[in-house]
T-cell receptor, first 110, second 111 residues
Framework: AQRVTQPEKLLSVFKGAPVELKCNYS??????LFWYVQYSRQRLQLLLR??SRESIKGFTADLNKGETSFHLKKPFAQEEDSAMYYC????????????FGKGTKLSVKP | NAGVTQTPKFRVLKTGQSMTLLCAQD?????MYWYRQDPGMGLRLIHY???????AKGEVPDGYNVSRLKKQNFLLGLESAAPSQTSVYFC??????????FGPGTRLTVT
């Protein structure tokens, strides 16, 4: 079964501290993974996709097939990073359907 | 380019009433989706469409119907609203298996 698990509902850090939002997935095959972000009262927007291997707003995420993880990391959190973060999986044959985790709310305190 | 738009932004319904949510996209995307977002549940797929004239059920389709008569529009209908359908509804579109672009959401309250 295809599944995305985000074990933390809420993650609270201080400004300037490193942050890691965890994402584990269950999928047999080569998954396509994404991180979406939703700032307060705004629409969801793509933050990262693993095939791009890029850094957006200082965030990076590496696909670890051995651990079936796609954790999102940033070395120095900023207050404007406070948002809801969703990890999503797009499996082969799913016709483009994304399977979302339940989300992690990141709160960056001053 | 407006991207993905949703109408209305807010709505309050009484139990048993019906309504239609409209999603429109101007990116010529083939795929369109309707999700509901509930606290602690993340986003759950209600229905989706892989092209004009086609629709399919997602994870939580009960109580909802959809239509895709035009490529740019995807309608979500509630025939007899229930309090359990109180939620924020998001529409999204994508080109094939590419990134999904989301609308601003519709906040629906059923009393």
């Amino acid at each position: 079964a295809q599944r995305v698990t985000q074990p933390e509902k809420l993650l609270s850090v201080f400004k300037g501290a490193p942050v890691e939002l965890k994402c584990n997935y269950s999928y047999s095959g080569s998954p396509e993974l994404f991180w979406y972000v939703q700032y307060s009262r705004q629409r969801l927007q793509l933050l990262l996709r693993h095939i791009s291997r890029e850094s957006i707003k200082g965030f990076t995420a590496d696909l670890n097939k051995g651990e079936t993880s796609f954790h999102l990391k940033k070395p120095f959190a900023q207050e404007e990073d406070s948002a809801m973060y969703y990890c999503a999986l797009n499996g082969r044959g799913s016709q483009g359907n994304l399977i979302f985790g339940k989300g992690t709310k990141l709160s960056v305190k001053p | 380019n407006a991207g993905v738009t949703q109408t209305p932004k807010f709505r309050v319904l009484k139990t048993g009433q019906s309504m239609t949510l409209l999603c429109a996209q101007d990116m010529n995307h083939e795929y369109m989706y309707w999700y509901r977002q509930d606290p602690g549940m993340g986003l759950r797929l209600i229905h989706y469409s892989v092209g004009e004239g086609t629709t399919a059920k997602g994870e939580v389709p009960d109580g909802y119907n959809v239509s895709r008569l035009k490529k740019q529009n995807f309608l979500l209908g509630l025939e007899s609203a229930a309090p359990s359908q109180t939620s924020v509804y998001f529409c999204a579109s994508s080109s094939s298996r590419q990134v999904q672009y989301f609308g601003p959401g519709t906040r629906l309250t059923v009393t």
